[in-house]
């Protein structure tokens, strides 16, 4: 028996020990958000061990799928805490929530939705349960959607720093926010567009679920803070009680012992088939894969982080898994799983080339959009079968551009002395040291022309639109999921489990007999063991550490230390902040 084997054999020796840990009493399972939730498993082992206790967009959907059929499971409490909730995980977590809802009761609990800020999403994912609790000192404060415009222009030139972009078209804002000098109106209706889009969203879930009229919710959102009392009156909650108290109704209306057996979902999804021995145990079972777009699109190998902590998503990582997934005759279909602003054109275009030759293959390729999927992130994700975005997912940004920060008047003022030494006349194109010539501009604009039409002319191809259709949505204009999916950029409206759902019937597949895994699925050996080639499984890992060079790491750089983002040509709008 190989090593392999006899870890296999002991890991389902241990999966059968947690399952006899839960013994045979009712079960009410926690939901517990006061700290958070993971869509993408951490890639480096002190993230991991801070992770640990917050529980996965995957576990939640794998524990609720499970329990809804369990009759030992009675029912679940929501613990929604004070911590801002998304407004993707608010849409993900919903749906999770209404199907699991059919079946078991379910209750929602915070001490405020929103004390000094606004609780809008967290009560949207509140709206998704039958009961609906805060605390008597708490309120439902809906507030509405607040988005902000960072332009930085008359700060870098106080400094002596001169931006010079070049953007296609007029609503790639990414430029203007170096290079404007007041906000444009397309930016502006752009923004604005956006934020009401997702207020939309989130009324009409609200109203829904708490069988209100979009009216009546509207009237709360502008009434901003409703206190417990009066949103019980208003129908926007169903009781006013302390923790205490929510769980004292559970043991006295849905039948438990007067001890509650409680299991965290996370646990619960843990000892039935997930946590980290599951990718073991299923590694032969016919399986729909999960390959990650997590982070700013790079050439080269995927990175745990950057100069502001964020993970990269590198080209040669990103292929390399969907390469592994076609040879894997046990993977019957795949999930892009895409949370992306974008990035390099060239590393975006790579990705694209490898969903296509997959779907060539005959494997199914679904795209699923996090929280966005814009610009690269939209380039990866258009060459899918179908493609899934929440109602608040940001995506689009079909437009591109370039730039470079002239800090050569920085330098002066600091009484430093720089002198360029160029070997060829456009040596010093990219450089920070000095401003475009004219004839500099006219080449970076003829290579943006050049990027646009690519960028404009696949997206209609793989989306099957004509190119004018394409690029009346285009122009670098961001949309929400729901607004895309009216233009015809997305196709339908839901989480990675209607994703999951949609390529196992384009698969042909029984979603419920399905495994679903990350590809590469690599045992710790693996991890360890050095590549063979460029093919070899452990290729497809991040690894290293952040690496910049050039006007682009510089850029990259200063733009984390002024608390925004440039990840390159196919970047969305840099400051796009919702709350």
């Not at 801070?50 to 929501?78: E, N």
């Not at 989130?202 to 417990?228: C, F, K, N, W, Y």
């Not at 040879?327 to 279909?333: E, G």
């Not at 489990?497 to 419920?512: H, M």
Request: net charge negative; aromatic share 6%.
């Amino acid at each position: 028996m190989d090593v392999t084997s006899v870890i296999r054999e002991g890991a389902q020796q241990v999966q059968q020990m947690l399952r006899k840990e839960s013994g045979d009493h009712p079960l009410v399972l926690e939901l517990d958000l006061t700290r958070g939730v993971i869509d993408a498993m951490p890639q480096n082992p002190v993230a991991m061990f801070r992770a640990r206790q917050l529980p996965s967009l995957g576990a939640i959907r794998r524990a609720l799928r499970t329990a809804a059929d369990d009759p030992k499971v009675t029912g679940l409490v929501i613990d929604l805490g004070a911590l801002p909730v998304q407004a993707y995980v608010a849409d993900e977590l919903a749906a999770l929530i209404e199907a699991f809802g059919e079946k078991k009761p379910v209750i929602a609990f915070a001490s405020s939705f929103g004390e000094v800020s606004s609780g809008l999403f967290a009560f949207r994912l509140a709206a998704s349960a039958a009961d609906v609790w805060v605390q008597p000192s708490g309120a439902v404060n809906l507030s509405g959607v607040h988005a902000q415009i960072l332009l930085l222009r008359g700060g870098l030139e106080k400094l002596g720093v001169s931006p010079e972009f070049a953007q296609r078209w007029e609503y790639k804002s990414a430029g203007e926010q170096f290079a404007g000098s007041e906000v444009s109106e397309a930016n502006r209706e752009m923004t604005r567009r956006l934020a009401e889009s997702l207020l939309e969203s989130a009324t009409d879930a609200i109203a829904h679920g708490r069988d209100l009229s979009t009216e009546q919710v509207r009237t709360s959102v502008d009434d901003t803070m409703v206190p417990a009392a009066e949103a019980l009156n208003r129908g926007l909650i169903d009781h006013v009680g302390y923790r205490d108290e929510v769980y004292a109704w559970v043991r006295q209306n849905w039948g438990v012992d007067e001890q509650i057996n409680l299991q965290y979902v996370q646990r619960y999804a843990e000892k039935h088939g997930g946590g980290p021995l599951a990718p073991l145990l299923q590694k032969t079972k016919p399986a729909v894969g999960v390959v990650s777009v997590h982070g700013a699109i790079v050439s080269g190998a995927s990175r745990p982080g950057g100069p502001t902590g964020e993970p990269t998503a590198g080209s040669d990582t990103v292929c390399a898994a969907l390469r592994a997934a076609g040879r894997d005759d046990s993977v019957k279909a795949v999930v892009l799983r895409v949370d992306s602003p974008g990035g390099s054109y060239v590393a975006s275009d790579a990705i694209r080339r490898e969903v296509l030759q997959l779907r060539e293959a005959g494997k199914p390729v679904v795209a699923s959009m996090g929280a966005v999927a814009a610009s690269g992130g939209y380039f990866v994700s258009m060459p899918a079968a179908e493609i899934i975005a929440n109602p608040s997912t940001l995506t689009g940004s079909i437009g591109v551009l370039a730039g470079k920060l002239v800090t050569q008047g920085l330098f002066d003022k600091l009484g430093l002395v720089r002198e360029a030494v160029d070997a060829g006349r456009n040596a010093g194109m990219l450089s920070g040291s000095q401003p475009f010539t004219e004839e500099q501009w006219d080449k970076l604009n003829g290579w943006l022309d050049e990027v646009y039409t690519d960028f404009t002319t696949k997206a209609a191809t793989d989306r099957a639109l004509p190119v004018e259709a394409l690029d009346a949505v285009a122009k670098g204009r961001v949309w929400t999921g729901a607004d895309a999916a009216e233009k015809g950029l997305v196709d339908h409206l839901g989480g990675l489990d209607l994703a999951i759902e949609r390529v196992c019937a384009l698969a042909d597949l029984d979603r419920d007999a399905q495994v679903v895994r990350p590809v590469p699925s690599l045992g710790m050996l693996s991890h360890l063991r050095p590549s063979e080639n460029s093919e070899s499984l452990a290729a497809a890992q991040a690894s290293g550490l952040p690496q910049f060079s050039g006007w682009e790491g510089l850029l990259a750089f200063g733009a984390g230390m002024l608390g925004v983002s440039h990840r390159g040509v196919l970047s969305m709008p840099f400051d796009v902040r919702i709350s």
